[in-house]
């Protein structure tokens, strides 16, 4: 987790949308993954990006600049259902390193 | 149902005893990883099998040992526990080592007293 970083918490309104950031190093970078962990449950895959650019799947979108070592994650029309954390991890030469995640919760 | 599944899903134990964790997955994956998430929610890759062979062993105790008898398999033993111990196991596979999704099992909670 030492060369991932992402904000520790966010809030944002039901209805809203929230961008997650988050930042690695380029050294030996494959891609870079976005995963959902609900309290207490297990992580839950959301994206993989490899390719520079936007990547839309519903609510969620995943964004990868590698020359910048930056991605994001952008949940659109928030539920309340969305509070949980989000971690971003990179893919490498080294194992899979987890960022420390960013949580987030959904208020009315 | 296919998944990647745990036993026993609460460990509570009590200083310097040895435990085992199991860990199964129907997927037909290759790769295996174990897991620990500490008090802070930071999740930290333990060890990485593929096909049966350790692949990575991160700088974890040697108090801990896996064992995978198959591709299906990877268990997780501990000797000597301590109360640093005390975290979320969780047990992933995956197709095979890199840019591959990891599905996780519903985890571990151990708490060493």
């Known amino acids: 987790g030492q060369n991932i970083d992402q904000p520790t918490e966010m809030t944002a309104t039901e209805g809203a949308i929230v961008q997650i950031n988050c930042t690695y190093q380029t050294s030996g970078f494959n891609g870079l993954f976005w995963y959902q962990q609900h309290a207490g449950e297990a992580p839950t895959f959301l994206s993989y990006n490899v390719l520079d650019g936007l990547e839309e799947k519903g609510r969620f979108s995943s964004f990868l600049s590698r020359s910048k070592g930056y991605s994001y994650l952008l949940l659109k029309e928030l539920q309340m259902k969305d509070s949980a954390s989000y971690l971003c991890a990179e893919s490498g030469n080294t194992p899979l390193v987890f960022g420390k995640g960013t949580r987030l919760s959904v208020i009315a | 149902d296919t998944a990647v599944s745990q036993t026993p899903k609460y460990l509570v134990t009590q200083m310097g005893n040895d435990k085992s964790i199991k860990c199964e997955q129907n997927?037909?994956?290759?790769?295996m990883y174990w897991y620990k998430q500490d008090s802070k929610k930071f999740l930290k890759i333990m060890f990485s099998y593929n096909n049966k062979e350790l692949i990575i062993n991160e700088t974890v105790p040697n108090r801990f040992s896996p064992k995978s008898p198959d591709k299906a398999h990877l268990n997780l033993h501990i000797n000597s526990l301590e109360l640093g111990d005390s975290a979320v196991y969780f047990c992933?596979?995956?197709?095979?080592?890199?840019?591959?999704?990891?599905?996780f099992g519903p985890g571990t909670r151990l708490t060493v007293t």
């Open positions: 992933a596979s995956s197709l095979g080592l890199g840019g591959y999704e990891q599905y």
């Open positions: 997927l037909g994956h290759d790769t």
